[in-house]
């Protein structure tokens, strides 16, 4: 069960995983094959914006799980809330770990950093909240011109800083993982907090 803005998000990120293909299509001319890192570049900054427009979704999706029109008290909470949301989500632009978190919580009342792990490669609530900011700063390090920060996912044995199709599809899988938890996290919160039994497609 995928909320409507985990269904987005995949199709996105379907599409952003064509640029890592194309940098690794040996049928390209020889100049394209030399720019590989524009399209790795592109790839990291396409995931960025598709868990970006993920968070935003998921907000709006959480008010209209939770609206009731025909309770009236709750109904002006309610409007007030989700405006607030709104101006909120017009300013959200750097989804790291603590920025997303607090929109999160303040907005919805979900509280995701207990839903934050990735079992499947062992990495626990501390390494993706810092992995999610790695990613951050990566993408807003070659945004602005400056070189890619050194990570250990970023570093190549030799001591080479540069992205690779193995860090783009790792980003990916990253990001599918950290949605998957979120929307499931935000769905038992929805269902626990007001009693609303949903059913995301």
């Given at each position: 069960?995928?909320?409507?803005?985990?269904?987005?998000?995949?199709?996105?990120?379907?599409?952003?995983?064509?640029?890592?293909?194309?940098?690794?299509?040996?049928?390209?001319?020889?100049?394209?094959?030399?720019?590989?890192?524009?399209?790795?570049?592109?790839?990291?900054?396409?995931?960025?914006?598709?868990?970006?427009a993920y968070?935003?979704?998921?907000?709006?999706?959480?008010?209209?799980?939770?609206?009731?029109?025909r309770?009236?008290?709750f109904?002006?909470?309610?409007?007030?809330?989700?405006?607030?949301?709104?101006?909120?989500?017009?300013?959200?632009?750097?989804?790291?770990?603590?920025?997303?978190?607090?929109?999160?919580?303040?907005?919805?009342?979900?509280?995701?950093?207990?839903?934050?792990?990735?079992?499947?490669?062992?990495?626990?609530?501390?390494?993706?909240?810092?992995?999610?900011?790695?990613?951050?700063?990566?993408?807003?390090?070659?945004?602005?011109?400056?070189?890619?920060?050194?990570?250990?996912?970023?570093?190549?044995?030799?001591?080479?800083?540069?992205?690779?199709?193995?860090?783009?599809?790792?980003t990916?899988?990253?990001?599918?993982?950290?949605?998957?938890?979120?929307?499931?996290?935000?769905?038992?919160?929805?269902?626990?907090?007001?009693?609303?039994?949903?059913?995301?497609?």
């Open positions: 069960m995928a909320s409507t803005a985990a269904l987005n998000y995949l199709t996105a990120a379907v599409r952003v995983r064509t640029l890592r293909e194309a940098a690794t299509d040996g049928r390209l001319p020889r100049k394209i094959q030399t720019e590989k890192q524009v399209f790795y570049h592109a790839a990291l900054a396409g995931y960025v914006a598709a868990w970006d968070i935003n979704n998921l907000v709006r999706a959480f008010y209209i799980e939770i609206e009731e029109p309770n009236t008290n109904q002006a909470v309610y409007s007030i809330s989700r405006q607030a949301s709104e101006r909120a989500l017009d300013r959200f632009n750097t989804p790291n770990a603590e920025n997303t978190r607090a929109l999160l919580q303040l907005y919805t009342g979900y509280d995701p950093i207990g839903d934050w792990v990735w079992t499947r490669r062992g990495m626990v609530g501390v390494q993706v909240r810092e992995r999610l900011n790695e990613i951050l700063r990566v993408r807003h390090s070659f945004a602005h011109g400056f070189a890619v920060p050194g990570y250990d996912w970023t570093q190549s044995p030799s001591g080479q800083v540069r992205l690779t199709s193995k860090v783009i599809r790792d990916e899988a990253f990001f599918n993982n950290l949605v998957r938890v979120t929307d499931n996290g935000m769905r038992k919160h929805i269902q626990l907090t007001f009693g609303i039994a949903i059913a995301w497609h």
